[in-house]
């Protein structure tokens, strides 16, 4: 079974502090993909990456960075954490530009 | 407007069909995707439809594209209470890495 893994599905940070949300694919997939999900607001693309070290801003990438170091691996960032990233996070992969979305079960970020 | 339009809300009775409706505004969209979010989890595919192509039918589920228009629709006949879940309408571009989705539907099915 293809599967993309989120490392944490629930965290609870301070203002200010930094957060790492990790995610690993083992499909060989070259793309990777951030969004971020919230009521009414649907799914807005943070970043994405087509390949290792690679990256390309998406809609709102405001706030945070990413790593892709190995293929398998893609990691968004918070440098210093906001109440308004409080938000349900979620990781995909896809081979190429034609093939499905794979998304991983979200992390829900709260941020105090 | 918004790239892809789709109404928040639906519900319907178990058993009877339901449809959702998807609008979209890019005319060089070359697969439109349909993904169904359970709560608590990330987004599943359901069904696709290449552009060529005007109906695609998979057991329960019809997806209707109409190009010129752009109108995609998704038909789940006989509908159960599991059906119950947010429908994302997407789509993707030629040669473009990411999929654009909709705000998403949400489906109530009423016992």
């Known amino acids: 079974d293809v599967k993309v893994t989120q490392s944490s599905r629930y965290l609870v940070k301070r203002t200010g502090e930094k957060v790492f949300l990790e995610c690993v694919q083992d499909m060989d997939h070259e793309n990777m993909f951030w969004y971020r999900q919230d009521p009414g607001l649907g799914l807005r693309l943070i970043y994405f990456s087509y390949d290792v070290k690679m990256k390309e801003k998406g809609d709102i990438p405001e706030g945070y960075s990413v790593s892709r170091e190995k293929k398998e691996r893609f990691s968004l960032i918070l440098e210093s954490a906001s109440t308004n990233q409080t938000s349900m996070y979620l990781c995909?992969?896809?081979?190429?530009?034609?093939?499905?979305?794979?998304f991983g079960e979200g992390s829900r970020l709260t941020v105090l | 407007g918004e790239d892809v339009e789709q109404s928040l809300f639906l519900s319907v009775r178990e058993g009877d069909s339901s449809v959702i409706n998807c609008t979209y505004t890019d005319s060089s969209s070359t697969y439109l995707y349909w993904y169904k979010q359970e709560p608590g989890a990330g987004l599943q595919l359901l069904t696709y439809i290449f552009s060529n192509m005007d109906m695609k039918q998979d057991q329960r589920l019809t997806v209707l594209l109409n190009k010129k228009d752009k109108h995609l629709s998704l038909r789940i006949a006989d509908t159960q209470t599991g059906d119950s879940a947010i429908y994302f309408c997407a789509h993707s571009g030629a040669g473009s890495y990411q999929l654009t989705f909709g705000k998403g539907t949400k489906l109530s099915v009423i016992p």
């Open positions: 995909a992969s896809r081979v190429g530009s034609s093939g499905e979305l794979f």
